[in-house]
């Protein structure tokens, strides 16, 4: 199965500075025949179910705010808030769909300082 | 809008079975894959089954294979997990989740049912 790691476990960032997550994986999810990395992210607040913020890495989804972004490539990706705001505490999840099964990391928890 | 609302869950005894249902509205439901997803209190998220939209193809987790079998009923727009031989490890939140287009990841998901294996 593919490992998918993040780091920090969690974070505790001033209200307008920037959240970075990362998200390793064991192996690539890049697929050569289309050019894609299978990797997404999610938001979770307590008590909510998941909400996809991200796709192919660096997609995102209608109606995420645009300070929110993704990046990388290959093995190494990075979720990025470029200027935290008090709705976005919650646990950030990466995901692999490149392979069955589907793997998610552990979750990073952002918090305001 | 895409809603998915899950039932089944509850309380059950080690080897006990369970059935979780998804009533899917809002999109072309035999278009999609689906996924079900699960949550242990207090911990990540663990994917458990999907299957294509037709039904004609479907996956597991390893930790479930031979005890868990997934469904659909197309003409219903409904999902279905049927859980047996379930474990104290089982315990979880169970998320219905719709997959994207052109990709597993998921664009949607139900607000869960909590199962609880327990003697």
């Known amino acids: 199965d593919i490992v998918l790691t993040q780091s920090p476990d969690s974070l505790a960032v001033s209200l307008g500075e920037r959240a970075t997550i990362n998200c390793k994986s064991s192996q690539s999810v890049l697929y050569s025949f289309d050019n894609k990395n299978y990797l997404a992210w999610y938001q979770q607040k307590p008590g909510q179910p998941p909400r996809l913020l991200i796709y192919?890495?660096?997609t995102r989804v209608s109606g995420v705010p645009d300070r929110v972004s993704g990046s990388g490539s290959g093995t190494d990706f990075t979720l990025t808030i470029s200027s935290l705001q008090a709705e976005d505490v919650a646990v950030y999840y990466c995901q692999q769909y490149f392979d069955t099964p589907q793997t998610f990391g552990q979750g990073t928890k952002v918090e305001i300082k | 809008e895409v809603q998915l609302l899950e039932s089944g869950g509850g309380f059950v005894q080690p080897g006990g079975s369970l059935r979780l249902s998804c009533a899917a509205s809002?999109?072309?439901?035999?278009?999609?894959?689906m996924s079900w997803v699960r949550q242990a209190p207090g911990m990540g998220l663990e994917w458990v089954s999907n299957?294509?939209?037709?039904?004609?193809?479907?996956s597991y987790t390893d930790s479930v294979k031979g005890r868990f079998s997934i469904s659909r009923d197309n003409s219903k727009n409904t999902l279905f997990l049927q859980m047996n031989r379930l474990r104290v490890e089982d315990t979880a939140v169970y998320y219905c989740?719709?997959?994207?287009?052109?990709?597993?990841?998921?664009?949607?998901w139900g607000h869960g049912t909590l199962v609880t294996v327990s003697s």
């Open positions: 989740a719709k997959e994207g287009s052109g990709g597993s990841y998921i664009d949607s």
């Open positions: 809002g999109f072309t439901f035999n278009s999609y894959a």
């Open positions: 192919w890495a660096s």
């Open positions: 299957i294509s939209g037709s039904g004609g193809g479907n």
